[in-house]
C-alpha cells in the first residue's frame, strides 16, 4: 500500500465514522424535531393573517381584557410560570408569548384587582433534567402561584409528578399523553391523539373504502395510533398505520406510498407538523396524484392559512383539517375581535400571527384571568390553584364546549371540534359537516373521560354554539 | 409485497433524489481529487444560499437574481474557507482537513438557526419555475426540477471527466492529486489551481441547495445533513472514482425509495447510503486485500 493509498483508506475509514457520526446527528435531530413534530404539533397557525391585517381587529377596543380600562396596574405583581418548547425546528413559544400578550393587555388595563401579572416564560429543548430543573425554579425562585401557557414535547410526562405533589394545577395545550391522562393538567387543546381521531372521523363521514394513517415517527406513535384505529374499526373501515421519519427528506416517495396504499376510494389521513405535512402534500401535486385517491385529512396542525395558500385551488374541498378552535377566517364574534386586537397591540412577539398556537395562548390567559379573578384574600399557590380547579363550565369563545377543569382523574375538556377544508387560500369550515362535532367514544380514552366528567354543553358565544 | 407496477413510480422519484445526491458527491470528489480534502460543510454551504434566495424572493427581488446569488455564495464562501484555511492546513493529515470543514458545517448551521429560527406558522419554501411543466410516467408527473437534478448530475459526470483529462487545469488537478509538492515543483500555479476547484465545488454546493430547497424542504438540518448520502456516494466511489460517485449516487436514491413500500424496511430505508458504503468499503478493503496477496504471491 503506498503513501496515497494508505491516506485514503484511513481517511475512508475516518469517513465511515463522521457518516455515523452524522447520521446519529441528523437522526437525533430528526427526531427531536420530529417529535415535536407530529407529536408535537399541538395545533398550527393560521400564519398567512398578520395581525395587522385582520379586519376588524383594529377596530376593536383591547380594554375590555381587564376590569380598568386604561389604568395600568401598580399593586404586587402575581407571578405565574409556564415551560415551552423552543428548538430546533420545533417552536411552541407564540402560545406562551400570545399569553403574554394578553396579560400585558390585563396589566395595562386595571390588573387583577389592581395587581400586574408577571409571567416566566421558560424554554426547552427536550431535555428532561433541564425541564425538571426549570420547574424547580419556577416553584422556588421565581415563586409562581399558577403554571399556564405549558406547551411541551415532554414536559408533561416529566413534570406532572412534581406539579401533583406541589398542588399547582396547570391549564395548558398538550401533546404528550401525560397532558390528558393525569389528574393536575388540563389542556384547552385535544393534542394529536383525539385531533387525528377527528380527523378520521370525518373522512369516515366521506365513506373511503380505507384509511392510511400516517405521522410522524416519534416516539408515542402507537399511543396516537390507538384512538384512530379504534374508531375506524368501529366503523368497519380498514386503517393502515404508517410513519415517516421528520423531518421528511422523501416527500415523493412518502406521497406515492400513501396513495397508491390509500386507492382512488381509500382516504389518506396525516399527523405532522406544518412543515412537513406541506411537503407531503406539495409532493403529492407535484406528482399530479393528489387527485388519486377519495380525500385527504390531518390533524390540526395543518389547520393554517398558509399550508391552504401554498397548496393552491387545486386543493378547494380536497383535504379536510380537523380544528381544535374556532377558525378565525370569516368569524365575527366579540372574542375573536378582542383576539385579534390583542394580538395586533400586543403581540409583537408572536411570529405565527393568527393562528392555532396564539389562540391557543389567548384562550388559556384568558382562563388564568377568570380564575384569578375569582380569588378572595391572597394571591397563593393554594388559593390559585383552588380558583384553577375550580374553573367550570367556562364560555372562551374560541371553542366549540365550555371549558371545565374539574376533580378529575383525566381531563379532556375539549373533546368536539370542527372541520375546516382549503378554500382559495384560506381555511373555512367544510360546508358538510364542518360545525362542531363530538369525538366519537369508540376511542376508549374519550369514553372513559366522558364516563368520568360527562358531556360539556356547546359553548353559545364561539361560532359552533 | 408491491407490484412492479407499484415500484415504477417510486423508481421515478429515486432516480430524481439520486441525481442529486450523484451532483453532489461528484463535487466531493473533484474537490478531493484536486486538494485532498472531504467537503463536509457542501450541504450547509448549499443550504444557507437556498436562504438567502428565499429572503430575496420574500423581497420580491427577480427570481433569476435570487438563483444566481444562491449558486456564487456556494462558491464565494467555499473559495473564501479555502483560500483562508487550504494553505494552513495543506500538510495536516487528510482526517484534519476534513474535520475542519465540519466546523465550518457547524458554524453556518448555527448562523441559519440563529437567522431563520425556527416558527410556529409560515412554512419557508422555494418553487422554481420549472415544477410547473413535465411529463408523465408511470402515471406519476415528471417535473422539469427533477430532470434537470438527474440531466445535471450526467452533464457534470460527462464534463468534469472531460475537463480533468483533456483541459491545462484539468491535468494539473489530476497532478496535484497525485502529490502537490512535486505538481508545485513543476510550474504548476497550485494555490490557483486549488483555487479553482475550491470555487468549482462551491458552485455545485450552491446549485445542488437550490435544487434540494425545491426538491426536498428548505429546513437547515434536512439540507446541511443530506450532504451524507452523497458522502456515502463519494466513498463508494472511493473519492476517486467520478462515475462510479454518479452511479452510486443514484443507486442510492433509487433503492432509498424503492424501500419505501415494504412495511418491514420502510423505517429503515433511510440506513441506504450507510449500508451500501460500508459494504463497497468492505468490498474494496477485501478486493484490495486479495490484490496485494496475489502480487505478493506472483
Known amino acids: 500500500m503506498n503513501r496515497h493509498e494508505h491516506r485514503r483508506s484511513s481517511l475512508a475509514a475516518a469517513a465511515v465514522a463522521v457518516l455515523a457520526i452524522g447520521g446519529v446527528l441528523a437522526g437525533c435531530s430528526s427526531s427531536s424535531s420530529s417529535s415535536s413534530s407530529s407529536a408535537a404539533a399541538p395545533a398550527t397557525s393560521s400564519a398567512a393573517a398578520a395581525p395587522s391585517s385582520s379586519g376588524s381587529a383594529g377596530a376593536v377596543s383591547t380594554s375590555s381584557c381587564g376590569t380598568k380600562a386604561g389604568v395600568a396596574a401598580t399593586g404586587t405583581p402575581i407571578p405565574l410560570g409556564s415551560i415551552v418548547t423552543d428548538q430546533t425546528g420545533t417552536s411552541f413559544a407564540d402560545i406562551a408569548n400570545m399569553a403574554q400578550a394578553y396579560f400585558n393587555c390585563v396589566n395595562a388595563n386595571g390588573g387583577i384587582n389592581g395587581h400586574p401579572i408577571k409571567y416566566y416564560i421558560e ?92 405521522q410522524a415517527n416519534v416516539p408515542g406513535t402507537t399511543y396516537i395510533a390507538a384512538g384512530p384505529n379504534a374508531i375506524a374499526k368501529a366503523a368497519n373501515v380498514p386503517i393502515i398505520d404508517k410513519t415517516a421519519t421528520p423531518p421528511v427528506a422523501d416527500a415523493n416517495s412518502v406521497a406515492i406510498d400513501l396513495v397508491s396504499s390509500a386507492g382512488k376510494d381509500g382516504a389518506v389521513v396525516l399527523n405532522f407538523t406544518p412543515p412537513d405535512a406541506l411537503s407531503i402534500l406539495s409532493a403529492a401535486q407535484k406528482l399530479n396524484i393528489e387527485g388519486n385517491v377519495k380525500l385527504w385529512a390531518c390533524s390540526t396542525p395543518c389547520n393554517t392559512d398558509f399550508l391552504a395558500k401554498s397548496l393552491g385551488p387545486k386543493w378547494n374541498g380536497k383535504i379536510f383539517v380537523n380544528a381544535e378552535l374556532t377558525p378565525p377566517d370569516g368569524t365575527n364574534t366579540p372574542t375573536m375581535n378582542l383576539y385579534k386586537a390583542i394580538l395586533s397591540q400586543y403581540g409583537s412577539a408572536v411570529t405565527g400571527g393568527i393562528g392555532s398556537f396564539s389562540q391557543m395562548g389567548f384562550v388559556e390567559a384568558e382562563l388564568m384571568v377568570k380564575a384569578l379573578e375569582s380569588v378572595t384574600g391572597d394571591y397563593t399557590v393554594s388559593s390559585v390553584n383552588a380558583a384553577i380547579k375550580g374553573l367550570k363550565d367556562v364560555n372562551t369563545g374560541m371553542l366549540c364546549q365550555q371549558w371545565t377543569y374539574g376533580n378529575y382523574s383525566s381531563h379532556l375538556p375539549n373533546n368536539m371540534d370542527y372541520t375546516t377544508t382549503a378554500n382559495n387560500g384560506q381555511m373555512t369550515l367544510a360546508p358538510s359537516g364542518g360545525g362542531c362535532t363530538l369525538i366519537s367514544e369508540n376511542d376508549p380514552q374519550v369514553k372513559a373521560y366522558r364516563a368520568e366528567a360527562g358531556t360539556a354543553p356547546t359553548d353559545p358565544t364561539s361560532t359552533g354554539g | 409485497m408491491p407490484s412492479w407496477s407499484e415500484l415504477e413510480q417510486f423508481l421515478v422519484s429515486g432516480l430524481a433524489l439520486g441525481g442529486v445526491y450523484a451532483l453532489s458527491g461528484v463535487g466531493l470528489v473533484v474537490l478531493y481529487r484536486a486538494t485532498g480534502v472531504l467537503y463536509l460543510a457542501f450541504g450547509a454551504v448549499g443550504a444557507l444560499g437556498a436562504f438567502l434566495a428565499y429572503e430575496m424572493l420574500q423581497a420580491a427581488a427577480p427570481q433569476w437574481a435570487a438563483w444566481i446569488v444562491c449558486i456564487l455564495f456556494g462558491g464565494l464562501v467555499t473559495l473564501l474557507y479555502g483560500m483562508i484555511f487550504g494553505p494552513a492546513l495543506a500538510g495536516r493529515d487528510p482526517l484534519v482537513r476534513a474535520v475542519a470543514t465540519l466546523g465550518l458545517t457547524l458554524i453556518l448551521f448555527g448562523a441559519m438557526e440563529l437567522l431563520w429560527p425556527p416558527t410556529s406558522g409560515a412554512t419557508r419554501a422555494i418553487s422554481l419555475p420549472t415544477d410547473n411543466g413535465g411529463f408523465t410516467v408511470f402515471g406519476l408527473q415528471v417535473t422539469w426540477t427533477q430532470v434537470i437534478a438527474l440531466g445535471s448530475g450526467v452533464v457534470l459526470t460527462i464534463g468534469t471527466g472531460w475537463f480533468l ?91 432509498h425509495d424503492l424501500l419505501t413500500p415494504f412495511s418491514a424496511l420502510t423505517n429503515y430505508r433511510d440506513m441506504t447510503p450507510f449500508v451500501l458504503a460500508v459494504i463497497a468499503l468492505l468490498w474494496a478493503s477485501r478486493h484490495r486485500t486479495v490484490v496485494t496477496r496475489s502480487r505478493e504471491e506472483a
Open chain 1, 123 to 214: 424554554k426547552e429543548q427536550t431535555n428532561a433534567s433541564q425541564i425538571a430543573s426549570l420547574s424547580k425554579q419556577l416553584v422556588q425562585t421565581d415563586h409562581v402561584v399558577g403554571i399556564v401557557g405549558n406547551t411541551s414535547i415532554i414536559e408533561c410526562s416529566v413534570d406532572h409528578s412534581y406539579w401533583e405533589g406541589q398542588g399547582y394545577y396547570i391549564i395548558d395545550s398538550g401533546i404528550a399523553p401525560e397532558c390528558y391522562s393525569t389528574s393536575n393538567s388540563a389542556a384547552v387543546n385535544m393534542g394529536p391523539r383525539y385531533s387525528s381521531d377527528g380527523a378520521v372521523q370525518y373522512a369516515i363521514t366521506q365513506h373511503p373504502s380505507k384509511i392510511v394513517f400516517d
Open chain 2, 165 to 255: 483529462r483533456y483541459t491545462k487545469l484539468g491535468t494539473a488537478m489530476r497532478a496535484m492529486a497525485n502529490d502537490r509538492v512535486i505538481t508545485a515543483t513543476l510550474g504548476v500555479p497550485v494555490r490557483r489551481v486549488e483555487a479553482a476547484a475550491w470555487f468549482g465545488c462551491g458552485i455545485l454546493a450552491g446549485f445542488a441547495g437550490l435544487l434540494l430547497a425545491d426538491l426536498v424542504q428548505l429546513e437547515p438540518a434536512t439540507l446541511t445533513f443530506l450532504v451524507i448520502s452523497s458522502l456515502a456516494a463519494a466513498l463508494i466511489g472511493q473519492l476517486r472514482s467520478i462515475a462510479v460517485t454518479f452511479a452510486a449516487g443514484i443507486v442510492i436514491g433509487v433503492i
